[in-house]
């Protein structure tokens, strides 16, 4: 019994001055593990800060035009003005605010249902980008229409379309004041530094983590909730 313990004693002895480098080793796969979950960590806080901020500042973007929507129909236009042939100094700041915009293709007066553009800005096809059906009332305000974003072949982008509606004397809706925005532009950083520099913004539905739009710096990408992908043409 007692040549075993000589046998393990002979195996063990040459080893102990290996066994720092042993702990070393086991030490540095440890920091560096722990090191990369640092930063896997600090890089998911950065970007969860990131994308709450670029939210706020397209949320920004999409209130601002809603309620721009708003004057130009209240005050521009009017409850009692014809929608397909509008006050010719109305039609003069529409083209004029236009202009001074580029992420507005258009402004489009559509009918009390919704599904024709009566008068516009530009020459385009009387059917909306978006029917009236793909158009969601805001819950803070119901007059407030957002539609669904996509590749629109006459604006030659993608587009979330949005509307205004106005009401009539009599209560009833009167018509939408409606223009589409360009979805490069919208999701945009608002830095001119950050603008210059490659980027990717993405949207996923939460229940599925699939990609429903993205955008950067060279183009942006639409799939419908359906799993279609690429351009879908809204015309």
């Known amino acids: 019994m007692t040549g075993f313990p000589l046998r393990l004693q002979r195996l063990i002895i040459p080893a102990l001055p290996a066994l720092p480098l042993l702990f070393l080793f086991v030490w540095m796969c440890w920091l560096e593990a722990h090191m990369l ?20 500042v397209i ?20 409850p009692e003005s014809d ?12 083209r004029h605010y236009k202009a001074l915009h580029p992420s507005l293709y258009a402004f489009n007066i559509h009918s009390a249902d919704g599904e024709r553009i009566l008068w516009s800005t530009e020459a385009q096809p009387s059917t909306p980008i978006n029917s009236a059906a793909q158009f969601t009332p805001l819950p803070f305000d119901p007059n407030f229409f957002l539609g669904r974003a996509g590749y629109a072949e006459r604006v030659g982008a993608h587009v979330i379309p949005m509307r205004f509606r106005m009401h009539g ?20 950083p608002s830095d001119p530094e950050l603008a210059t520099l490659p980027w990717l913004f993405a949207l996923r539905d939460p229940a599925t983590a699939a990609c429903w739009a993205w955008c950067s710096t060279e183009r942006c990408g639409f799939q419908g909730w359906r799993g279609l992908r690429g351009r879908h043409p809204m015309r």
């Open 37 to 56: 979950d640092q930063t896997r960590r600090q890089i998911r806080k950065d970007a969860q800060y990131a994308a709450a901020e670029l939210a706020e």
């Open 59 to 78: 949320a920004g973007r999409l209130h601002t035009q809603l309620t721009e929507l708003q004057f130009a129909a209240e005050t521009l236009l009017g």
């Open 83 to 94: 929608p397909e042939h509008p006050d010719p100094k109305a039609v003069q700041a529409l």
């Open 169 to 188: 004397p009599d209560g009833r809706t009167r018509y939408f004041l409606g223009s589409p925005y360009r979805l490069d532009l919208l999701l945009a």
